[in-house]
Structure formats: C-alpha cells, structure tokens
C-alpha cells in the first residue's frame, strides 16, 4: 500500500510539473500581450485637422495637437490660419461697416487646448471644449483695389472658447471636427482707415469651423 502510494504521488508530482511547464509559454503570451497593450496606451498621439473656409474668415487653416494616447481626454496644440480679400460673412463677422471695402486676414497664429468630454457610440462621437489664444492680423484696402497702396493693418490678440463634437467612424484615425463659440478680441487698434471709412473691430464675434481630422 505504501509502495503505491508513493508512485501515486510521484504522478502526482509529475502531472504538475508538466502542467506547470506547460503553462508558462501561455503566461508568457498573455504578459506579452499585456505589456503591449499598455504600451499602446501609454503612446503618444499626434491629432492634425485640415479647416476650409471658416465663419472667422480664414480660407484655410491647421491645427496640430499632440495628446498622451489616441483615446486620452486631454491634448495640446498649436494653430495656424490665414485668409484672402473678401466682403464676406466672415469679414462682417470681424468688422462692422465693411460696406464695400476688401478685407483680409494675413495671418493667424495662437496655442490650442481640448479636453474630451464624453466617448459616445464605442468612441465614434466625442464631444468636447476647447480653448484657443494667439493673435492675427488684418490689412484692409478701399472698394475694387482702386488704391492699392491704400492699405491699413491692425494686428489683434483673441481669445476663442469652443464647444465641439469630433465624430470618428469605428474610432478610427479619420473623422471630422466641428465647433463654435464665441471669440473675442483684445487691441489697443479698433479702426481701420480705409479710404473714406473706418473699420471698426468687433470686441466680440461668432466663430464655427469645420475640419479633417486625421489621428496619427
């Protein structure tokens, strides 16, 4: 009895050994993997959003963001702008008595923060805030560009708070961006002479965009 009960236990002791032996390479994927998944939380990414024609009066612009993860709440930025000759909506957005008079905006330049509000739909809509602060400029010239030399510039710091909601197909690295909000403008230079006119530059004024975005 003592005989078999000792080879019992040997068996024993090998069954284990060998389940033991067995499940390490799995243990050892599953840490793997593990540590791969984290590490893919942990990379960084890198948002860029291409924007046409804005309400600000931009033809284009870019904004360039770089957040700690693909799916983390908070990024950072920079953003970039510029605009061509126009009496649009977008320069009457900016500037009141406009009139027939040609405004443009030369360049626009400031630092961007977002901040996810919510993950919707599995991440595909996400709706958040922004905050945008940097400064433009303008030129404007009299009706037709009769005066071409006939130019005034006014260089202007703005402060652009947003809400907006991102929308992301299988919260994939495409989608689209859209926000608005209201902007509002700090300068000691509130009129521009143009011709027989003065511009004046609105304090505050309506801002929406829409944008490409792609997740790198």
Same mark, same amino acid.
């Given at each position: 009895m003592r005989v078999e009960s000792r080879r019992s236990m040997q068996w024993v002791k090998a069954a284990a050994v060998g389940a033991a032996l067995v499940s390490v390479p799995a243990m050892a994927q599953d840490m793997t993997s593990s540590s791969t998944g984290q590490e893919g939380q942990r990379r960084g990414a890198f948002l860029l959003e291409l924007q046409p024609p804005a309400l600000d009066?931009?033809?284009?612009?870019?904004?360039?963001?770089?957040?700690?993860? &693909?799916?983390?709440r908070l990024a950072f930025g920079l953003l970039? =702008? #510029? %605009?061509?000759?126009n009496r649009s909506l977008g320069a009457k957005?900016?500037?009141?008595?406009?009139g027939g008079n040609d405004v443009k905006l030369n360049f626009g330049v400031g630092v961007d923060s977002r901040y996810t509000l919510a993950f919707l739909a599995d991440g595909t809509v996400r709706p958040f805030v922004g905050m945008t602060v940097g400064l433009e400029e303008f030129v404007a010239r009299p009706e037709g560009a009769a005066m071409p030399d006939r130019k005034d510039y006014t260089t202007t710091a703005f402060l652009e708070p947003a809400l907006g909601v991102m929308w &992301?197909?299988?919260?994939?690295?495409?989608?689209?961006?859209? =926000? #608005? %909000?209201p902007g509002f403008t700090f300068t000691d230079v509130r009129e521009l002479r143009v011709?027989?006119?003065?511009?004046?530059?609105?304090?505050?004024?309506?801002?929406?965009?829409?944008?490409?975005?792609?997740?790198?």
């Open positions: 009066g931009s033809l284009y612009g870019i904004r360039a963001e770089v957040a700690p993860s &693909r799916d983390s970039g =702008r #510029a %605009g061509g000759w957005a900016r500037f009141t008595n406009v &992301r197909p299988g919260s994939g690295r495409v989608g689209l961006s859209a =926000r #608005a %909000g011709g027989s006119s003065n511009l004046g530059l609105r304090t505050v004024y309506p801002t929406a965009s829409l944008g490409l975005l792609v997740v790198l």
